[in-house]
């Protein structure tokens, strides 16, 4: 069965920092697997997804993660933290069966000090 | 190019009560899928439709029921209300049938006393 799991439920970094919030997967199947941010009182915003492309995917604001099919990694990595990247991020592995379903790792909130 | 529009953002319920969610899609897209978001739980995954047709359903108790119309617009119901129903419901609506990442909406905070 997939399923996906978020190594730490908070990270802080300083302002400028490197971001890196991880994220390792099990799927039987070749993933589809994606990262969303979460701003609170709203719904999640997709930042960047992998459909077997191109191992290396960028994502908006400045956001990127990379496959690692021998780790079963998908880390998410930000080279200079802003005080505006402070939310919660999920990771999540897409499932086909029948139709198809996301599952959702438990989250990692971020924290960006100045 | 309008965004996933739930209504209503906040509701109040009783126990017992039954309630109505509604999501509305992004114009063009046929498949809503609908999450329930707990601090407890994370986001648990309820029912997915496409094209009217249910075809993914969650470890749900059958309180909770939902629907697709024809114009891709979609409901959940939520039946004999729990004080444990109490959540964040996010609808998300994609493109297509494969998994291409969602775009969500803001939500529907139901609160059940």
């Known amino acids: 069965a997939q399923s996906v799991t978020q190594l730490g439920s908070h990270v802080s970094v300083s302002e400028g920092a490197l971001v890196l919030l991880r994220c390792n997967y099990s799927s039987s199947v070749p993933p589809y697997l994606f990262w969303y941010v979460q701003y609170p009182n709203q719904g999640l915003q997709l930042l960047l997804k992998y459909t077997s492309a191109a191992t290396l995917v960028k994502g908006i604001n400045g956001f990127e993660a990379e496959f690692k099919k021998s780790e079963t990694s998908f880390h998410l990595t930000k080279p200079s933290a802003h005080m505006s990247d402070a939310a919660e991020y999920f990771c999540?592995?897409?499932?086909?069966?029948?139709?198809?379903?996301?599952?959702f790792g438990a989250g990692t909130r971020l924290f960006v000090k100045a | 190019k309008a965004g996933v529009t739930q209504t209503p953002r906040y509701l109040i319920k009783t126990r017992g009560q039954q309630v109505t969610l509604s999501c509305s899609p992004i114009?063009?897209?046929?498949?809503v899928s609908w999450y329930q978001q707990t601090p407890g739980q994370g986001l648990q995954f309820l029912f997915e439709y496409f094209s009217e047709t249910q075809r993914n359903k969650g470890n749900f108790p059958g309180r909770f029921s939902g629907r697709q119309f024809s114009n891709s617009r979609s409901e959940m119901n939520v039946s004999t209300l729990e004080l444990g129903d109490s959540a964040l419901y996010l609808c998300?609506?994609?493109?297509?049938?494969?998994?291409?990442?969602?775009?969500f909406g803001s939500g529907t905070r139901l609160t059940v006393v």
């Open positions: 114009s063009g897209h046929r498949s």
């Open positions: 999540a592995v897409s499932v086909t069966t029948g139709g198809f379903k996301t599952i």
């Open positions: 998300a609506s994609s493109e297509g049938q494969g998994p291409m990442g969602y775009t």
